[in-house]
């Protein structure tokens, strides 16, 4: 039996599930493709960034980081932006823009997580359904009942299940994919927000000394 054949049997709800599945199956790819863009080599791009802000070219530095992709840059721009700020001040607007940083690669990964919890569910509700067309059947023919009758409801439910536990293991391993390459992303965030600091501040003793 074919997919297309087993999502035919499980009825409104195995398509239900199939949607929902695309749904995840789309925001994966397009936050894959994201975050694939959103990570550099932090460490590289911060040299070529030392080099040109020890030479005292702001402007040029600015532009490079509009330039490049991704949080690492733009925590970079904001740090130069506010590098006459006391440290902990440049700590503290450094740490509220990574966060909104963060929120901005969580998003929509709601979705993956919704249609992971709720895809069982409806396959599950899929299955009482099938179960339920059963016993009608089982009621209405009483005694007479063919096996064929009831093995209809029977292969919704197993249609249903199967639909349902399939969709939802792939967005359970997406979404634990998409938090690992987040979770990597968030570390360079971190290192490069002390770097930069230490690197502007010592910049700024040189400069008074």
């Given at each position: 039996m074919g997919i297309f054949n087993l999502i035919s049997l499980g009825g409104a709800v195995a398509w239900c599930i199939v949607a929902s599945g695309v749904a995840a199956l789309y925001v994966f790819i397009e936050r894959s493709l994201s975050l694939h863009r959103a990570r550099i080599r932090y460490s590289d791009f911060l040299s070529g960034m030392f080099n040109v802000l020890g030479k005292g070219n702001i402007?040029?530095?600015l532009a490079l980081c509009d330039e490049t992709p991704g949080p690492v840059a733009y925590l970079v721009k904001v740090a130069i932006l506010y590098r006459d700020a006391e440290k902990e001040d440049?700590?503290?607007?450094l740490r509220d823009a990574a966060a909104a940083e963060i929120s901005r690669m969580e998003r929509r990964l709601v979705v993956i997580t919704t249609v992971a919890q709720v895809a069982?569910?409806?396959?599950?509700?899929g299955t009482i359904l099938g179960i339920l067309q059963g016993a009608i059947t089982l009621q209405s023919q009483g005694p007479l009942v063919q096996s064929a009758?009831?093995?209809?409801?029977l292969l919704i439910s197993l249609a249903t299940t199967a639909i349902g536990l399939g969709v939802a293991i792939p967005c359970y391993a997406a979404f634990n994919l998409l938090v690992i390459k987040i979770d990597r992303i968030v570390l360079d965030m971190e290192r490069t927000r002390y770097?930069?600091?230490s690197f502007l501040k010592g910049v700024r003793?040189?400069?008074e000394s």
């Amino acid at each position: 039996m074919g997919i297309f054949n087993l999502i035919s049997l499980g009825g409104a709800v195995a398509w239900c599930i199939v949607a929902s599945g695309v749904a995840a199956l789309y925001v994966f790819i397009e936050r894959s493709l994201s975050l694939h863009r959103a990570r550099i080599r932090y460490s590289d791009f911060l040299s070529g960034m030392f080099n040109v802000l020890g030479k005292g070219n702001i402007k040029e530095a600015l532009a490079l980081c509009d330039e490049t992709p991704g949080p690492v840059a733009y925590l970079v721009k904001v740090a130069i932006l506010y590098r006459d700020a006391e440290k902990e001040d440049l700590y503290r607007t450094l740490r509220d823009a990574a966060a909104a940083e963060i929120s901005r690669m969580e998003r929509r990964l709601v979705v993956i997580t919704t249609v992971a919890q709720v895809a069982p569910l409806l396959g599950l509700f899929g299955t009482i359904l099938g179960i339920l067309q059963g016993a009608i059947t089982l009621q209405s023919q009483g005694p007479l009942v063919q096996s064929a009758n009831l093995l209809d409801g029977l292969l919704i439910s197993l249609a249903t299940t199967a639909i349902g536990l399939g969709v939802a293991i792939p967005c359970y391993a997406a979404f634990n994919l998409l938090v690992i390459k987040i979770d990597r992303i968030v570390l360079d965030m971190e290192r490069t927000r002390y770097e930069i600091v230490s690197f502007l501040k010592g910049v700024r003793r040189q400069e008074e000394s």
